[in-house]
């Protein structure tokens, strides 16, 4: 992952222990993120998404009042640039169902918690290195879910006509203001 990348990241942390995320601010920043920024509610969580930009959230299940899920489910919803960004949604005591619901609220990247400053930084990447297209329907807001190379199709592509798709090319737009 290019260090330019990194560089013009600006992570809003939304964990349930605030000493963890504090704790992921230094990490996060020495390893070029150009901003990393800790909530510990969800009230604080929005009252900070309106005064600053931000295209990266990593999200816990516990995150306070609201939970990580709704919270998640809030933020694809929501008609700005965050609601593209790639959103880590990392899980206590994963199970298929907790796995099923992140990805259905529309996490990018699903992780076990607790997470180390190791595992961060390799989720961060990882979600940069594979970011997907936004889908925006009235039944899933959230990164395509298909995950394996579909085989050509010889019909006529209904989804690259569709305005509630958003392209790679232009999610990174809105994200980083240009190509990225």
């Known amino acids: 992952m290019s260090g330019d990348m990194f560089a013009n990241l600006s992570i809003l942390l939304a964990l349930s222990n605030s000493q963890t995320a504090e704790a992921f601010k230094p990490i996060l920043r020495s390893k070029g993120v150009g901003r990393a920024v800790a909530v510990t509610s969800n009230v604080e969580a929005l009252a900070i998404l309106k005064e600053l930009n931000f295209n990266m959230l990593v999200v816990d299940d516990g995150f306070p009042d609201l939970g990580g899920y709704d919270f998640c489910r809030f933020i694809r919803l929501t008609n700005v640039n965050v609601s593209v960004a790639p959103i880590i949604l ?57 995950r394996q190379a579909a085989k050509p199709w010889t019909r006529p592509e209904r989804r690259k006509i569709q305005s509630k798709m958003i392209t790679l090319d232009k999610q990174r737009r809105v994200m980083f203001g240009s190509k990225g």
């Not at 619901?101 to 076990?112: T, Y």
């Not at 595992?119 to 039944?139: G, H």
Request: proline share 7%; no cysteine.
């Open 90 to 146: 990392g899980i206590h005591g994963p199970d298929q169902q907790s796995v099923l619901k992140a990805r259905d609220v529309g996490a990018s990247k699903i992780v076990a918690m607790p997470l180390t400053g190791q595992s961060l930084i390799k989720a961060v990447s990882s979600a940069l290195a594979e970011m997907k297209p936004i889908v925006q329907t009235s039944a899933y807001n959230g990164p395509d879910r298909r």
